[in-house]
């Protein structure tokens, strides 16, 4: 069990938006660690979408977004599009533990 | 380009032992930690162990403590991943990935991955 929370799965129409929520806590990203996000197509290297809680890589489309507040990080995207089907996982280390932690994973899918 | 490629995957007997093997190209190898995640099929991704840049210093996750061995050739610009007494849950893809940056910052994301190598854990 990922002590890093995601919904399993979102869905949005073409067009629409969608967030996808990271829950920690107090030993991570409660704790001041950032959180990242990773894009993966099954099959495929994951890639970062986000690092640093809110910063693209080059080459990343504005569409996709980060925020953090408190025990929590969120991951935006806008304007979907059917190329973003794609499973997300959120990152982060816990100080506790002294490991890197990720989400179980959420699915986008694209109506 | 900054390439990361896994192999050794296979099929394996429960109790039985495999090593994989990551192979980087077109960075510094010598000046990096790399890390081993995996992703159990229909699951999450799950970090398993890193190694320092000079092989000195390794760190395991509970679940591969004592079984799980981490290791590196610089000459070779190849880090191990020697896996025994193997269990079920132990099926997953194995990924090997490096931190951004060679300081080895726990905050760091990992960038890049190589694409995985299988490990199927079976009778």
């Known amino acids: ?111 | 380009e900054v390439q990361l490629l896994e192999s050794g995957g296979g099929l394996v007997q429960p109790g039985g032992s495999l090593r994989l093997s990551c192979a980087a190209s077109g960075f510094s190898f010598n000046r990096y930690w790399i890390h081993w995640v995996r992703q159990v099929p229909g699951k999450g991704l799950l970090w398993v162990s890193r190694i320092n840049s000079d092989g000195t210093i390794t760190t395991y996750a509970d679940s591969a403590k004592g079984r799980f061995t981490i290791s590196r050739d610089n000459a070779k610009n190849t880090v191990y991943l020697e896996m025994n007494s193997l269990r079920a849950e132990d099926t997953a893809v194995y990924y090997c990935t490096r931190p951004v940056n060679p300081s080895g910052y726990n905050d760091d994301w990992f960038e890049p991955w190589g694409q995985g190598t299988l490990v199927t854990v079976s009778s």
């Open chain 1, 1 to 111: 069990q990922s002590v890093l929370t995601q919904p399993p799965s979102v869905s949005g129409a073409p067009g629409q938006g969608v967030t996808i929520s990271c829950t920690g806590s107090s030993s991570n990203i409660g704790a001041g660690s950032d959180v990242h996000w990773y894009q993966h197509f099954p099959g495929t290297a994951p890639k970062v979408l986000i690092y640093g809680n809110s910063h693209r890589p080059s080459g990343v489309p504005d569409r996709f977004s980060g925020s953090k507040s408190g025990t929590s990080a969120s991951l935006a995207i806008s304007g979907l599009q059917a190329e973003d089907e794609a499973d997300y996982y959120c990152q982060s280390y816990d100080r506790s533990l002294s490991c890197w932690l990720f989400g179980g994973g959420t699915k986008l899918t694209v109506l």
